[in-house]
Structures are given as C-alpha cells and as structure tokens.
C-alpha cells in the first residue's frame, strides 16, 4: 500500500470515528502522551487491512471497550482511550476467531 | 554508560503496565502473522510527519532565523520549545545541541530507545535497533557514512546518549544558499534525521 493510499485510510478512520469515539486531540493536532499510544493506533489500523474488517465495525469495539474502560483517575484522555482501542483490536479480533 | 559507576545516568522510568501490554499485543499479532511491524511502522511514519519531526523543524527554522531564539534554545531548550507550544510529560528535559563547522553531534540511547518525541514524533525503528545502540558509541563516523553523512576528519563527532531524564535535539547547521528563505520554506529542509544527527540538510535545489 502505497504512503498515499495509507493517508487516505487514516484520514477515513479518524473521520468514520470522530462521531461518537474520536480519536484525542489537542488544538486539533493528534495526541499521543508516550510512543506506545501511536503503536497502538498503527496496530488498529494494519488489524483493519489485515482482516478486512470495516471502520464502522471497529468503532462498535471501541465504543464498547471505552464503556467498559473509563478513564481511570490520574490518566491522560490519550492513555485511556488507547488503552480501550487495544481491548478493541482484541475484541474484533476474538470475534473472528483470529486469536485462538 | 553504566548505571552502577556512580554515574548518574538514569534510564528509563519503569514502563507502565499500559506500555507492556502494547508491547505484549504487538507481539501477540506478529506472532499470529496478523500484522507485521513494518505495516505498524508505516501508520506511525504518517502520523510523525504529521505531528512529530514537523514539531522539531519548526524549532530549527525558528533558531536559523532567530538568533536570540537559538540562544534561548542552547541554553534551556525545554522553556524554549515551551514557547512554541510544544510541552512533553513533566519531567522530560531537551537539551538541544548545536553542529558547527567543527562539530557534529548525533544522538542515540545506548539501554533502550528515550527519544524527544514532543518535537519528533515516534523514534523510527532502527533508532531503537541493538546495533544502531551499540554502534553509533563504538564507532559512530562509519554508522553516519552508512547514512550517506560523510564528515571531514577535522569535525569532532559528538554522540549524545539520552536518557528518561535528558533528551537531546540536534540542530543542523543552516545550509549554505537558504539566505532569502522564509522561515516555513525552511522548516520544509529540516527532516527527523536531521535533528537525530544521521543526516544534514540540504538546500532546495531551486536555490542552488
């Protein structure tokens, strides 16, 4: 996939999940507290390419998995939220039996 | 640098839970063969040119064309980043070093892979690669001339080993011909590597 085509597919997540879920910014920039945050983010998005799996079905997980963990006290919005996005990443993925 | 010799040089604050668990999921999916590193490292690449080293440039531009900005930023680069908005977690100090004529100056991190990533973004991967560690201490001309940085042997190469406390930001010398460049034309020159050393920027070639 070309560094085009992968703009376009990040430009289409962050739109598909600015309702309802989306992702942490600051002064419209994307947040990332500490590197792990943007690992996890990449890992979200290969997962959707890898499985072919839609953004619309990704941002079902991630409202759950943000439900499920609210953000503890102490911690960054960016950590909260990306800690759900994992619990997400796993969620879709056990949905499809990829983990077993 | 060791830690045992008395020597002050802290490394890395225990990761939190939340950082070994990504670590651990990433390697859970590469295992499964679900997802490589490298499809991980090119969303990260798109987002750092977003965020990241644009962040960094705009620090360098700004102490090319600024010089009592260059000299707040030598003296106490965290406050001067500051001024431009760009803050990392407490406790995260930039130290900005200067290339001049006589010398060049690279960073690594020799125990894991601490990095500025409030003015750079994410560290790309071969930051944090073992040999690119050990290397760049042992013999850091031959890793530079394998990143196409040729030097003369009268400039002084100084590697710069940052830790959870001290994170070094390089900044390259102006290049020869950007004179009549504004500022945002030349923030376009300053790439990632050149504000971790393994490269030098280059002027336009419209301008040459």
Same mark, same amino acid.
């Given at each position: ?8 597919? #990040? ?90 | ?19 070994? /668990? ?5 390697? #859970? ?25 644009? &962040?960094?440039?705009? +620090? ?15 003296? &106490? ?15 995260? &100090?930039?130290?900005?070093?200067? &290339? ?6 690279? +960073? ?24 690119? /560690?050990? /290397? ?22 100084? +590697? ?6 001290? /994170? ?17 034309? #030349? ?22």
């Amino acid at each position: 996939m070309s560094t085009a085509d992968r703009a376009v597919r #990040l430009a289409d997540l962050d739109a598909a999940l600015a309702r309802g879920v989306p992702l942490p910014r600051d002064n419209g920039e994307l947040v990332f507290d500490e590197p792990w945050q943007g690992r996890a983010l990449g890992m979200g998005v290969a997962i959707l390419d890898h499985t072919g799996a839609s953004w619309a079905e990704f941002r079902r997980h991630l409202a759950i998995a943000i439900r499920h963990r609210p953000q503890h006290p102490g911690e960054s919005a960016a950590t909260a939220y990306y800690a759900a996005w994992m619990d997400a990443v796993e969620a879709l993925l056990a949905e499809r039996g990829r983990l077993a | 640098v060791s830690t045992e010799d008395g020597h002050d040089h802290h490394h890395p604050r225990p990761d939190s839970q939340v950082a070994l /668990r990504a670590r651990a999921l990433e390697a #859970l999916l590469a295992e499964k063969g679900l997802v490589a590193a490298d499809a991980i490292d090119a969303v990260v690449e798109l987002y750092e040119r977003d965020v990241g080293p644009q &962040n960094g440039a705009k +620090v360098v531009a700004r102490a090319w064309t600024d010089p009592a900005f260059r000299e707040r930023l030598l003296e &106490n680069g965290t406050k001067a980043i500051a001024e431009l908005g760009f803050v990392g977690a407490q406790g995260d &100090n930039v130290v900005a070093v200067a &290339n001049t004529p006589t010398v060049h100056n690279v +960073v690594v991190c020799t125990l894991c892979s601490c990095y500025p990533w409030p003015v750079l973004g994410l560290p790309p991967t071969w930051y944090k690669s073992p040999p690119y /560690r050990a /290397r760049m201490v042992a013999e850091p001309r031959a890793v530079l001339r394998e990143f196409g940085v040729e030097l003369p042997d009268e400039v002084e190469v100084r +590697v710069w080993d940052s830790s959870a406390e001290v /994170r070094y930001l390089v900044v390259p010398m102006r290049p020869a011909g950007t004179d009549g460049l504004p500022e945002d034309a #030349l923030r376009a020159l300053v790439t990632r590597d050149c504000m971790i050393g393994t490269a030098v920027p280059s002027a336009p070639e419209s301008t040459l």
